[in-house]
């Protein structure tokens, strides 16, 4: 998810960008300037080693003049890691310091997302359009969202892709769900950030696998076709997205929960999501009652599990309304 203020302080991994952080000998910065196109690696195979914190101001105003233009959903961002065979080592101790998503993925693939430790209230890490290939693994993730596919399909009539995304061995606290996507509506409300719809396309070869919690606040897993953000246009319909949710796999979750929902999947009546299987899932309340609700919306044939209701329609920017 993004702020609704336009200048989004996180780590954004895309094709082109610059970088800026200590070195081992502890020079001030290095830049590497742009290309200018995103046909060109910009930074290719390069060690990028942080050691401390890297913290931005919190002058609004300043950012507003001089923050980078991301080039989707109508987002700006101080940072920009881009490039071919880059590799991010924060040694245990290196930080990024900032209130929204952990780190966002456009445009990108073949990226590893190892022993990271993320705090925050927003996304723990979100794949946005045209992810393909992402590695999340020796995670622990506090108090934000979970790992979030998208938002996606947000603008009419372009055609987004997420493809390949596994993760194991994530241990959440106190976080919303453990992974959730979120995709628009086939009608257009709006504009971006906080308004859009009428994206095709579809997510698929999502795998999720040894996963452990500490209460959850939420669904361990849910899907919404409605995303709704403060200050969008009109309602839209919860159930006419074109974008498809499929071949989506959850092998291992155990742990405790304040939900008793395992899963809340408010799919496509369109398109329906298909080839959802969950297994070897051992959620259960903080009082020690099992969690034992599959709320399914428009899921066609889901594998080794049984659907127990339907879930809640209506819009929302955090999976659930």
Known sequence: MWSSIPTVLTLLLAVSGSVATKDKDHRKSCIVKSGGSNATDDAPDVDVDIYDTLLWSTDIQYWLNNSMDVGYQNQSTALIIGGDNVRINGHGTGTFDANTDGADTIRSSHITFNNWTVYNGDDSLSMKAHSTDITIKNCKFHNGLGIAMGSIGHYNDQYETIERVTAENIEYVNTLHAFYIKTWTADQNGYPPNGG?????????????????????????????????????????????????????????????????????????????????????????????????????????????????????????????
């Open 197 to 321: 719809g009428g994206g095709l396309g579809f997510a698929s070869g999502m795998k999720l696998t040894y996963l452990t919690t500490t209460c959850f606040r939420g669904a361990a897993f849910a899907i919404s076709q409605r995303p709704r953000f403060s200050g969008a246009p009109g309602v839209g319909n919860c159930t006419n997205s074109e974008f498809q949710v499929r071949n989506m796999e959850i092998d291992g979750l155990y742990g405790d929960s304040k939900s008793a929902r395992v899963a809340s999947l408010q799919c496509s009546a369109v398109v329906p999501c298909t080839n959802i299987t969950m297994v070897n899932v051992g959620l259960h309340l903080t009082n020690g009652t099992p969690a034992a609700q599959y709320l399914c919306g428009n899921i066609a044939n889901p594998s080794r599990f049984n659907c127990t209701g339907t879930p809640c329609v209506g819009g929302s920017a955090t999976g659930e309304c």
